[in-house]
């Protein structure tokens, strides 16, 4: 049970899917690249900052993972230019998508990469947790020459970097190789960068809902007091098996052995019956 406890809750991931949230600054590429990964035009497209306000979500399967790609508004300075109380507010919903997100895909303008990165790297300052799940994406790169692209390829030290043109489709499926490898590497709870790139094979998750996780904690702790309980002596057999029959009325209640009183006791709690 402990062992499925850990497994950092790759069954509800595989049943309700991953989140990866597309931050950057204003026209950076966020919803052209969401719509190129999603073969449609699910977001608008244009040349003027701002024009994605609310968060934008598309579903996609990545080598059999669920996955939801959320495209986001542009963040910047609140005090730039143009800037208004409906972007602001945009801005809000971004930072809130990419605390929220199992991923993160930051879009940088390769054409101004060091406001963009300084934008990205804003969202995750201080938070290693965060650090530690985004890719960084150079777009525009047909917008530079040989020698510019090497520049700004360099000034990424430390996490996943792709280089790409989402008008060329240049270097597209390198960084969509990797986001599936990266997707499939946290619903099936292996690091190894050599995962599969199918869900299919991989051992399948027990606990594919949080009702599920809190009865085996339930169970799992008391469990545990049956082994304190057990070595106490005599007396304290009884406590003993009571902490077995908890354990076991926890797991039951997810196989469905519940008593007629568990069953009375929800409808009662939960619905209005009338007298």
């Not at 507010?89 to 879009?107: F, N």
């Not at 799940?133 to 917008?143: E, F, P, R």
């Amino acid at each position: 049970m402990e062992r499925h406890l850990s497994d950092a809750s790759r069954g509800e991931l595989l049943r309700d899917g991953l989140r990866i949230a597309i931050v950057g600054r204003p026209n950076a590429g966020k919803s052209s690249l969401l719509n190129l990964l999603a073969g449609r035009d699910a977001a608008i497209v244009s040349s003027s900052p701002g024009t994605t306000r609310d968060v934008v979500e598309v579903m996609l399967d990545l080598g059999g993972a669920r996955c939801t790609l959320l495209d986001t508004a542009g963040v910047r300075e609140e005090e730039e230019d143009g800037v208004n109380e409906i972007e602001v507010e945009g801005m809000k919903r971004a930072r809130v998508a990419a605390r929220d997100a199992h991923l993160i895909v930051g879009v940088v303008d390769a054409t101004d990469y060091e406001r963009g990165l300084e934008a990205v790297n804003e969202l995750i300052h201080g938070d290693e947790k965060r650090a530690n799940t985004i890719m960084y994406v150079l777009n525009k790169l047909d917008l530079l020459d040989g020698k510019d692209k090497v520049k700004c390829m360099q000034q990424i030290n430390g996490a996943a970097s792709f280089g790409i043109s989402c008008t060329t489709s240049e270097g597209v499926d390198d960084f969509l190789s990797h986001l599936t490898q990266q997707a499939l590497s946290r619903v099936s709870g292996s690091d190894d960068d050599n995962t599969s790139s199918s869900v299919e094979g991989t051992e399948g998750a027990v606990i594919t809902r949080a009702r599920h996780r809190r009865h085996v904690e339930a169970s799992a702790n008391a469990l545990e007091r049956f082994a304190v309980r057990s070595g106490q002596g005599y007396m304290a057999l009884d406590m003993a098996a009571e902490e077995l029959r908890l354990a076991a009325s926890e797991l039951g209640r997810i196989t469905g052995a519940i008593d007629v009183e568990d069953v009375l006791d929800v409808l009662f709690a939960d619905f209005c019956i009338g007298k």
